[in-house]
């Protein structure tokens, strides 16, 4: 399943699959934060995907500049890099944090970028809360850089299917207004953005 609208020349599209799965550039990662790697279930799929070696790289980089937001290598996976935020509960902090991670990646070179469900797995939070605020900030980055920016495709990949419809509500509601649905959604139901 899956469903994707445009702003400007950028792909926005949610997803169900799994993100070590993902042809982007780059996957973002919920970590817990500060200096030990550490998270929920994604941040244990991705460094056993990765073969093991993306701890001890963030803990180096995360000693040189301790930060919200650490990029390593992504080790044996197929992406480039991974991009692993501090984990958070608050809806105005992960809209901030998605904002940065998109420009991070942009000043990276990246040309796609997939994201998990933030804080809807082991944080445990209220997906309706969390969703609206991940597309925000993808909205306006959109609008920002538009046809000029490196960043093509954003990707919300979903391993829960049941938060897939959730999210697909989240995205057409913030962004419906600034795009349409992409043509290629194949998503099997016949429902269309609200307007």
């Known amino acids: 399943m899956s469903a994707s609208a445009r702003i400007s020349s950028i792909v926005v599209e949610v997803q169900n699959g799994d993100i ?16 030990l790697y550490g ?10 995907a990765a073969g093991g070696s993306i701890a001890k790289e963030y803990e180096a980089s995360y000693a040189s500049e301790a930060t919200d937001i650490v990029i390593t290598s992504a080790g044996k996976l ?11 509960t608050n809806p105005t902090a992960l809209k901030d944090m998605v904002r940065r991670t998109l420009e991070k990646a942009e000043s990276e070179g990246m040309d796609s970028i997939s994201f998990p469900a933030l804080g809807t797995g082991d944080l445990g939070c209220d997906p ?10 993808m909205r306006d980055f959109g609008l920002q850089q538009g046809k000029y920016g490196s960043i ?5 990949v979903i391993y829960k299917e049941t938060l897939f419809q959730q999210y697909k509500k ?16 194949d998503d099997d139901s016949d429902e269309s953005p609200p307007e």
């Open 78 to 88: 197929e992406q480039s890099k991974i991009f692993h935020l501090t984990a958070t």
């Open 20 to 35: 070590t799965e993902e042809m982007s550039m780059a996957i973002v990662n919920s970590v817990s934060g500060g200096p």
């Open 128 to 137: 309706k809360r969390m969703a609206a605020p991940m597309f925000e900030a």
């Open 170 to 185: 989240a995205m057409y509601d913030t962004i419906g207004e600034y795009c349409a649905p992409d043509e290629d959604d």
């Open 152 to 156: 093509d495709t954003i990707k919300v």
């Open 39 to 48: 998270g929920g279930q994604v941040t244990k799929a991705i460094n056993d």
